[in-house]
């Protein structure tokens, strides 16, 4: 049986790859995680081929002119994020489970995409507040950047009615089980 497509989508600061990372560490579901490819810079960090494809702004073009793309935004001005058709067809085919960590609007055009074979989930903060306070928290971003995301932010939950499943992450723990949980129950189905 081929695999399935799980779609995880948040604003920024809301525990989106904490949650990934963890259910993919407790290796209690058959999943893989879709490496995208980006032409932003590698964070400290971050490793080429594990985090991202990083490529050039030329090699992304290319990458679009040869079709390789399942999907792709410029999810930031001039930085572009896509899902690359080699990553999610090849697992699927050989019968894994492949989780996706995309954007909005990628989240919402992969689900329409693959309709009952993905599953789309959102992972929301308890409020703009609570995102804002956590960001201050923080301390890595000035007070404009904080206002920026936390526009972008409410921007992003305008879009979470269009997804399968919310998660609230108030608690880590909590929302890292209430995600695998209903995880399991689709890719059980
Ligand atoms: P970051 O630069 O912080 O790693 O990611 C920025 C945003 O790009 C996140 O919202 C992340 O989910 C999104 N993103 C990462 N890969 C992809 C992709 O392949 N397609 C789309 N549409 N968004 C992506």
Excluded: W
């Excluded at 989780?99 to 990628?106: A, E, Q, S, T, Y």
Aim: charged share 25%.
């Amino acid at each position: 049986m081929p695999g399935k497509i799980i779609i995880i989508s948040a604003p920024s600061g809301c525990g989106k790859s904490t949650i990934i990372n963890a259910l993919l560490e407790k290796g209690e579901i058959d999943m893989q995680f879709s490496v995208s490819a980006t032409n932003r810079q590698p964070r400290e960090g971050e490793v080429n081929g594990v985090n991202y494809h990083f490529l050039t702004d030329e090699q992304f073009k290319n990458a679009i002119a040869v079709d390789a793309f399942v999907e792709f935004e410029e999810v930031y001005p001039g930085r572009y994020y896509g899902t690359l058709k080699s990553e999610v067809s090849r697992r699927c085919d050989e019968g894994h489970n492949v989780i996706l960590d995309i954007d909005v609007k990628g989240g919402v055009n992969v689900k329409k995409m693959y309709g009952d074979k993905a599953l789309s989930i959102f992972i929301q903060p308890p409020s703009v507040e609570t995102l804002r306070q956590r960001l201050v928290g923080r301390g890595t971003d000035s007070p404009e950047a904080i206002e920026q995301r936390v526009g972008k932010a409410e921007f992003e939950i305008s879009f979470a009615p269009q997804y399968d499943v919310v998660v609230i992450n108030d608690d880590l723990n909590e929302a890292i089980e209430a995600t695998g949980n209903v995880i399991k129950n689709f890719v059980s189905k």
